[in-house]
């Protein structure tokens, strides 16, 4: 007994016919008929009782056929289980990040996926979150590390890193350097200095404006990289919006909360549900680098 023999012998049972199991097997009618019976001279029994061009499973024949599937299903299971090893030796992962944002974590879990499966490619590309999230969606980036307003994006695959609250950063000295706290009304009587739209934090901005006061934000400056808007700030340019961690990062400028914005600014991974082998080994990588943030 063979695979072969099997699988011919689940297609006549299926179509019912020898012609049409030859036709789906691609092999002639009297091969598929000649490696049948010698499946019922191994197991001493006739599968088919055969009228015509017809044939139909005997009371043997259907006892056969649900294992003879099961033989099938595992053999294409064990197949599947090569092919998932095959695409963690060779492969492309292309991975995205918004712009200018020195994410340790993920370069964590860059090295040290490429340390345990070095034949795969890695591409790394920057954009704004607004990009990056359009790009999963058409298969142009793997999974991407993104910026996004409130909530993940839906139809996708999605695990939050952290999600954090707006703030303002001023020079010592400026006018709004001595308050507590500042609404966003407020905040329009500033020049401000903020990312472009399409990244989390612009998102966020934008919609506490027209939650808040029924307006856009008039922006004054925008800079791709958060420590380019803090620079900015700190040269009295205006008051830069940035989340609480990237405002950590500038301990001269003074942080001053924003007030009455329930919107977080999200960090967040996101891809496609469906895996591939190397997604999903990167994915465990990813997990572990960024543990500590969450």
Same mark, same amino acid.
């Given at each position: 007994?063979?695979? =072969?023999?099997?699988?011919?012998?689940?297609?006549?049972?299926?179509?019912?016919s020898?012609?049409?199991?030859?036709?789906?097997?691609?092999?002639?009618?009297?091969?598929?008929?000649a490696?049948?019976?010698?499946? !019922?001279? $191994?197991?001493?029994?006739e599968?088919?009782?055969?009228?015509?061009?017809?044939?139909?499973?005997?009371?043997?024949?259907?006892?056969?056929?649900?294992?003879?599937?099961?033989?099938?299903?595992?053999?294409?299971?064990?197949?599947?289980?090569?092919?998932?090893?095959?695409?963690?030796?060779?492969? =492309?992962l292309?991975?995205g990040?918004?712009?200018?944002? $020195?994410?340790?974590?993920?370069?964590?879990?860059?090295?040290?996926?490429h340390?345990e499966?070095?034949?795969?490619?890695? $591409?790394?590309?920057e954009?704004?979150?607004?990009?990056?999230?359009?790009?999963?969606?058409a298969?142009?980036?793997?999974i991407?590390?993104?910026?996004l307003?409130?909530?993940? +994006?839906e139809?996708?695959?999605?695990?939050?890193?952290?999600?954090?609250?707006?703030?303002?950063?001023?020079?010592?000295?400026? =006018?709004?350097?001595e308050?507590?706290?500042?609404t966003?009304? !407020?905040?329009?009587?500033?020049?401000?200095?903020?990312?472009? =739209?399409?990244?989390?934090?612009?998102?966020?901005?934008?919609q506490?404006?027209?939650?808040?006061?029924?307006?856009?934000?008039?922006?004054?400056?925008?800079a791709?990289? +958060?420590?380019?808007?803090?620079?900015?700030a700190?040269?009295?340019?205006?008051?830069?919006?940035?989340s609480e961690?990237?405002a950590?990062?500038?301990?001269?400028?003074v942080?001053?909360?924003? !007030?009455?914005?329930e919107?977080?600014?999200?960090?967040?991974?996101?891809?496609? !549900?469906?895996?591939?082998?190397?997604?999903a080994?990167?994915?465990r990588?990813?997990?572990?680098?960024? $543990?500590?943030?969450?």
């Amino acid at each position: 007994m063979d695979l =072969r023999q099997l699988e011919y012998f689940v297609a006549v049972a299926e179509t019912g016919s020898f012609t049409r199991a030859a036709q789906r097997v691609h092999i002639t009618q009297s091969g598929v008929s000649a490696q049948i019976k010698a499946l !019922e001279h $191994e197991l001493g029994a006739e599968l088919f009782l055969r009228s015509g061009r017809t044939a139909r499973l005997t009371e043997a024949g259907s006892a056969a056929l649900r294992h003879a599937r099961a033989a099938l299903d595992s053999t294409l299971g064990l197949r599947d289980a090569i092919d998932d090893v095959k695409g963690l030796i060779r492969g =492309r992962l292309t991975i995205g990040m918004v712009t200018g944002c $020195e994410i340790a974590p993920l370069f964590d879990a860059l090295a040290a996926f490429h340390h345990e499966h070095p034949g795969i490619e890695l $591409e790394l590309a920057e954009a704004n979150s607004d990009q990056l999230v359009a790009g999963v969606r058409a298969g142009a980036f793997d999974i991407v590390l993104a910026g996004l307003a409130g909530e993940p +994006p839906e139809h996708l695959a999605s695990q939050v890193i952290v999600g954090e609250r707006l703030v303002a950063l001023t020079a010592p000295g400026g =006018r709004l350097a001595e308050r507590d706290g500042v609404t966003v009304t !407020e905040l329009m009587s500033y020049p401000l200095i903020c990312l472009p =739209r399409g990244t989390g934090i612009r998102d966020v901005l934008d919609q506490a404006f027209t939650a808040g006061a029924g307006l856009r934000p008039e922006v004054a400056l925008v800079a791709t990289a +958060p420590d380019t808007v803090a620079g900015l700030a700190r040269r009295g340019l205006g008051v830069a919006v940035l989340s609480e961690s990237m405002a950590a990062a500038h301990s001269d400028l003074v942080c001053v909360p924003i !007030e009455g914005v329930e919107i977080l600014a999200l960090l967040a991974l996101v891809w496609q !549900e469906r895996t591939s082998p190397a997604l999903a080994a990167f994915l465990r990588h990813c997990r572990t680098a960024f $543990e500590p943030m969450g």
